[in-house]
């Protein structure tokens, strides 16, 4: 008897190569879009890092290797959000730029959704300043 395997999250977005996509793509807006400008001011001038750990977190949290906690230990999200000051603002400026960018993947709109919905969860946990 063949058991069918259900594909990983992360093997469903294509590797490394999907997420990366998926990462500059999101940086790309964010730096482009004027929507964008308060959570944009949150980043350092270059995106480098931000890209990187992003991608390295993403690549761990959708099942594909832990690159991120190798480098920096367990993300403690939140924690290490603390410093910046994340309102409704900010949070929906983020998932904006981010539902552009997966609007910009080839992936399927159940995926793309499912994703959303994850990025929202996350996102609103992160704010940590008034409205």
């Known amino acids: 008897m063949t058991e069918t395997r ?3 999250l992360f093997e469903t977005l294509g590797g490394e190569p999907g997420i990366r996509r998926l990462v ?7 730096d482009d879009a ?10 350092p001038p270059a995106l480098d890092g931000s890209r990187d750990k992003f991608f ?4 761990g949290w959708s099942g594909g290797p832990n690159h991120y906690i190798e480098r920096f230990g367990h993300p403690r999200l939140r924690a290490r ?3 910046y000051p994340i309102a409704t603002a900010e949070r ?3 998932l904006a730029c981010m539902q552009q960018a997966l609007a910009r993947q080839p ?8 994703l959303l919905r994850s990025f929202f969860e996350t996102a609103d946990w992160m704010r ?3 409205d």
């Open 6 to 8: 259900t594909p990983s």
């Open 24 to 30: 500059d793509d999101f940086y790309d807006v964010m």
């Open 34 to 43: 004027a929507f964008a400008d308060g959570v944009r001011a949150l980043h």
């Open 56 to 59: 390295w977190f993403l690549c």
């Open 81 to 83: 959000h603390l410093p």
């Open 92 to 94: 929906d400026q983020w």
């Open 107 to 114: 992936w399927p709109e159940a995926v793309k959704e499912s």
């Open 128 to 130: 940590n300043r008034p």
